[in-house]
């Protein structure tokens, strides 16, 4: 059984910084793509990061250069780090991975993903 928990949400000032977590059990494949998946109140799901087996990465332009999506291959544990925040960031964040569609795809279409985690809330104030 696949399952995905996420933990590291919180509250924090714009500005400010946050680091998600995302632990990993029971997921079969080698070969897949990992990313991070946000949705803010009355607003659809948005694809904030990916990154593939091979540690290819890929940011979505609202967080490039503030973001950054890693994993602990030992640990199956994907990691959001989160600098620079801005209100706007506020959300719930969520983890999904996925095997059968590329990163490029899923960072545009996140509903693709077939495994998603119970999701962590982000608040950034003003």
């Known amino acids: 059984q696949v399952r995905l928990v996420e933990s590291g949400g919180g509250s924090v000032q714009a500005g400010g910084s946050l680091r998600l977590s995302c632990e990993i059990s029971?997921?079969?494949?080698?070969?897949?793509?990992m990313g991070w998946i946000r949705q803010a109140p009355g607003k659809e799901r948005e694809g904030v990061a990916t990154i593939d087996s091979r540690g290819s990465t890929k940011y979505a332009d609202f967080v490039k250069g503030r973001f950054t999506i890693s994993k602990d291959n030992a640990q199956n544990t994907l990691y959001l780090q989160m600098n620079s925040l801005k209100p706007e960031d506020t959300g719930t964040y969520y983890c999904?991975?996925?095997?059968?569609?590329?990163?490029?795809?899923?960072?545009?279409?996140?509903?693709?993903?077939?495994?998603w985690g119970q999701g962590t809330h982000v608040t950034v104030s003003s």
């Open positions: 999904a991975v996925e095997s059968f569609a590329s990163c490029q795809w899923l960072l545009e279409k996140p509903d693709e993903y077939n495994y």
């Open positions: 029971g997921y079969g494949y080698s070969s897949y793509c």
